[in-house]
Each structure stands twice: as structure tokens, then as C-alpha cells.
């Protein structure tokens, strides 16, 4: 069992150009979840889909679009990067979004914008 | 929006206990959750409280007053493994997780 996988594990790119990070869950979780993770500041939400076929903004979705069109993907696009997209970016996913409702960590995608 | 505020690090002896207290505002609150993060590696799920009172599993404790806008995770008979970065995180009442910047706990022998 997988649980949560995310592609690229790390990647240097140069500003101005454009980037997908992958994230895939083969547990059949509704709920999906886009975090970026930078020194002092914590997580903090990006993008979610409650379910396939919907989707909401975070506390910092400017520069960042996604998209769910099934259960399982869940792709996050820096349409075009800059240096302060410089982070960690995890992935997760829950069963649902109320109640007892952990979510699951993906191993996260370590990306540098120059 | 959620204002979450946890010591960003706390040290303690191998066996000891150690307490991270976590104060929250919240516009509206559906749940508080713990996560350990090792260096390098993916939050985990310790534990969830959404009632007043204190959850316990194992050596882990998790305890939450609503009123006050608090909480704390208790680490019991601290092993060098649990030195790691312990998240606190509310939900809101459109179920999204706001986390605090996280309490690095380093457990010296």
C-alpha cells in the first residue's frame, strides 16, 4: 500500500517557468490538501478539494492553480515560478473533512525557484 | 482566521515529561489535532481532540479547554526518538486545518 505518493522528491527551477507537482493517494480519500512548509512560518494551505471534482482556496493560493478531476490526483501548477515559491510543498489527504478525520502526509516535494 | 501560538523549542532528559502548550483564536472551532514531524520527513497524526478534556494514548496526551482557547501535548517517559518538531493545528468550521508554526523538542540523554 502506497498511501500518498508526490513527484517530483526535489527540483531546482528557474524562474518564469511553469511546474506541476504530482500527488496521487490510493486510499480512496475524499478530501485532498495542498502545504507549503517554510522555516518559522509552519504549514500553511495552499489549495483543497473536499471531493473529485471540487476545489478551494487556502490562506495563500495566489501563484498556484490545481485541479481534481478523480479521486486519486491531485496536481498542484506554479503557473509561472518565482523565488518566494522556494519551499517544501506536501500533499495530503483525509477520508473526509469532519469528525475524527486525520489527514495523511504525501513525503513532500523540495523545490528551489532562482 | 486562526491565530496559533506555540514555543518554538523546548529541551528535556531522556525519561522525563515534557508539556507543549498551544493557545489558538479561531473564528470558529471543529477540532484540534497534534502532529510529529522528524527532520526532514512528513507530519503524522498524534491526536485529535474536538471535546474538553484529556486524551490519552500511550505515553502521548493530548488535552483541550475550549473556553480558554488552549491546549497541550504531554510526552511521557521521553525516548530519543520522539525528538522531532510537534505541530498544533485547528480546524475550522469550513474544515480547514490552520497549523502553528510547530515546538521543536530535542531529548538529550
Known amino acids: 500500500i502506497a498511501g500518498i505518493t508526490q513527484a517530483p522528491t526535489s527540483q531546482i527551477l528557474a524562474a518564469g517557468r511553469r511546474m506541476t507537482l504530482r500527488c496521487t493517494q490510493d486510499?480512496?480519500?475524499?478530501?485532498m490538501y495542498w502545504y507549503r512548509q517554510d522555516l518559522g512560518l509552519g504549514l500553511r494551505l495552499i489549495h483543497y478539494?473536499?471531493?473529485?471534482?471540487?476545489?478551494g482556496k487556502g490562506e495563500v493560493p495566489d501563484g498556484y492553480s490545481v485541479s481534481r478531476a478523480n479521486t486519486d490526483d491531485f496536481p498542484l501548477t506554479l503557473a509561472s515560478a518565482v523565488p518566494s515559491q522556494t519551499s517544501v510543498y506536501f500533499c495530503?489527504?483525509?477520508?473526509?473533512?469532519?469528525?475524527?478525520?486525520?489527514?495523511?502526509f504525501g513525503p513532500g516535494t523540495r523545490l528551489t525557484v532562482l | 482566521g486562526q491565530n496559533i501560538d506555540q514555543p518554538t523549542e523546548m529541551t528535556a532528559t531522556e525519561g522525563a515529561i515534557v508539556q507543549i502548550n498551544c493557545t489558538y483564536q479561531?473564528?470558529?472551532?471543529?477540532?484540534l489535532f497534534w502532529y510529529q514531524q522528524h527532520a526532514g520527513e512528513a507530519p503524522t497524526f498524534l491526536s485529535y481532540?474536538?471535546?474538553?478534556g484529556l486524551e490519552e494514548k500511550g505515553r502521548f496526551s493530548s488535552f483541550l479547554s475550549r473556553s480558554k482557547g488552549y491546549s497541550y501535548l504531554l510526552l511521557k517517559e521521553l525516548q530519543m526518538k520522539d525528538s522531532a518538531s510537534y505541530l498544533c493545528?485547528?480546524?475550522?468550521?469550513?474544515?480547514?486545518?490552520?497549523f502553528g508554526a510547530g515546538t521543536t523538542v530535542t531529548v538529550r540523554a
Open positions: 481532540n474536538v471535546l474538553d
Open positions: 493545528a485547528v480546524r475550522d468550521r469550513d474544515y480547514k486545518l490552520s
Open positions: 495530503a489527504s483525509s477520508p473526509g473533512t469532519g469528525g475524527y478525520n486525520e489527514q495523511f
Open positions: 479561531t473564528s470558529g472551532f471543529n477540532g
Open positions: 486510499m480512496r480519500h475524499n478530501a
Open positions: 478539494s473536499n471531493t473529485a471534482g471540487t476545489t
